[in-house]
């Protein structure tokens, strides 16, 4: 059994810890996006009871309900992360290598400010073209 690091109960929590979640979302997404079964439904389960088993090895129940939602929130913000355009690799890559987990509202912030860049990228050059066509 490897040893994996929870995701609950300290202040702090390390880069490879995170890695091991946004790892266990990733997974989860690969065994139930496709909408087909690579093998036998006996392999499919067996896959899903393996993820659930990691998953509740890094985030186990909290002990308060606040917590709870702290955690859960995390994990979302992780889903999200997986779900990014490659466009945004490097921002994923940022937040996946930050010391400290940021919170949901910190993910949103820093999603909503690279993409105003990337729009307002976009329309200069939109801008630039259609000057040179006129």
Do not use: W
């Amino acid at each position: 059994m490897r040893h994996v690091q929870r995701f609950g109960n300290k202040k702090n929590y390390y880069t490879p810890m995170i890695h091991n979640v946004f790892m266990v979302c990733q997974n989860l997404l690969t065994v139930v996006a496709p909408k087909h079964l690579d093998g036998t439904m006996v392999e499919y389960l067996d896959k899903l009871h393996a993820l659930l088993h990691d998953f509740n090895e890094l985030l186990p129940p909290a002990p308060t309900p606040s917590q709870e939602l702290e955690q859960r929130s995390k994990f979302f913000m992780l889903l999200g992360l997986h779900g990014l355009p490659d466009d945004y690799s490097h921002v994923r890559g940022q937040i996946l290598g930050s010391p400290i987990v940021p919170n949901f509202t910190s993910i949103c912030s820093t999603l909503l400010r690279v993409s105003g860049k990337h729009t307002t990228n976009i329309m200069s050059h939109v801008d630039d073209s259609s000057t040179l066509v006129s």
